[in-house]
């Protein structure tokens, strides 16, 4: 999707009103700075270095290639490029030296040999990965393919303080909809205790861990007798079904945070994500003991999943925090615990913001 304004206060307007992270199909979030059409293969660089401004001063520099097959084949040439490019940025006074998150980041994409599109982003207000999104691998031991959703939420909607704080060994979560235990066997790789809730068999590896309790039950009937850290859940139903029933969670205090997955209809995925998502938000900030901190939902586009969204709502404080095994008291409790187990009960020249559209699924 491409937007184009008058100058640059509009340009900037704009970026604000349109925070990355509340995007949902969009991958990256870009400002367009030129299109390069007839690139000489001998030479590519030349006319790249005369397209950017002579003021301008880089943090990074990213060279990518659209994500389909077709582009699959320039994978080559934008890592090559990067190498020369890179030096070359450099040279003229253009790049840092180190990564430098506090400056823009270039981005250069080749649609073709001799067709490129150059842009520029907020390190703070984009995609922290190459294309958008993270390149997992399956590990052997995965107890399903649905592992590969989980961790990219955690790591699309966290950021690496966020994960840090939120995902400590000792935590309970509840994982609804869990057979075979894909999403369980994630959390267990963060040491977290698990309530699993299917009526489904799970792995015996995964129950293995020591760190988990299988309950079969309906994830839809069922809930924890104690607050808990987490919820997870990636049951297969209508999404306005699974929207409600995440709600009720949040209403109830039954979790602090949660993971929670939709999967949309082939056509009209925007209008059912509005349509399902209402509730959540409505629900994040109201609780049944009482007043709390305001949850902050962050619905986000699951790109391993093509017509599916996973929205977390981080932040929900529910109950005064529990100390994790292992912890020493530390003054003043902080905001997150571990409950109980679930068993215990302007330029004159316009400027482009765009949301790339060489990235396939935005």
């Avoid at 304004?5 to 870009?30: I, N, S, W, Y």
């Avoid at 205090?253 to 056509?267: D, Y």
Wanted: glycine content about 8%; charged content about 25%.
């Amino acid at each position: 999707m491409l937007f184009i304004t008058g100058d640059d206060a509009d340009a900037q307007a704009l970026a604000r009103a349109l925070p990355f992270r509340e995007l949902v199909f969009a991958r990256q979030k870009l400002r367009l700075l030129a299109e390069l059409r007839g690139l000489d293969p001998k030479d590519r660089l030349t006319p790249l270095l005369a397209a950017l401004p002579g003021d301008l001063r880089l943090g990074d520099v990213w060279v990518e290639h659209p994500d389909s097959d077709a582009g699959k084949p320039l994978s080559g040439l934008a890592r090559s490029f990067g190498n020369a490019l890179r030096p070359a940025l450099r040279k003229a006074g253009l790049l840092s030296a180190k990564e430098d998150a506090r400056l823009p980041r270039l981005h250069v994409c080749f649609l073709d040999g001799d067709h490129a599109l150059l842009a520029l982003t907020d390190p703070h207000d984009s995609a922290p990965l190459p294309l958008g999104i993270p390149r997992l691998k399956l590990l052997a031991d995965a107890p399903s393919r649905s592992a590969l959703k989980l961790e990219e939420a955690f790591l699309a909607l966290l950021d690496a303080g966020e994960r840090e704080r939120l995902l400590r060994p000792g935590m309970t979560a509840a994982d609804l909809g869990a057979a075979p235990g894909g999403w369980t066997w994630v959390l267990t790789r963060q040491h977290l205790r698990v309530t699993s809730v299917d009526n489904g068999p799970l792995r015996q590896h995964v129950l293995d861990t020591g760190l988990v309790e299988h309950l079969r039950a309906d994830g839809f009937r069922w809930h924890p007798a104690q607050p808990l850290d987490w919820m997870v859940c990636d049951m297969v139903e209508q999404p306005s079904k699974v929207a409600a029933r995440m709600a009720q969670w949040f209403r109830e205090g039954w979790c602090r945070n949660a993971v929670f997955n939709l999967k949309l209809p082939m056509k009209k995925r925007w209008q059912e994500t509005r349509l399902s998502y209402g509730p959540v938000r409505r629900t994040g900030g109201e609780a049944a003991d009482g007043p709390r901190a305001p949850a902050l939902p962050r619905p986000r586009g699951n790109h391993g999943l093509r017509h599916a969204v996973d929205i977390r709502l981080l932040g929900a404080r529910i109950a005064p925090p529990l100390p994790v095994a292992g912890d020493r008291p530390r003054g003043k409790p902080g905001p997150t615990g571990t409950g109980t187990p679930a068993s215990a009960a302007p330029s004159p020249r316009p400027r482009r913001w765009t949301t790339p559209p060489w990235h396939r699924g935005c």
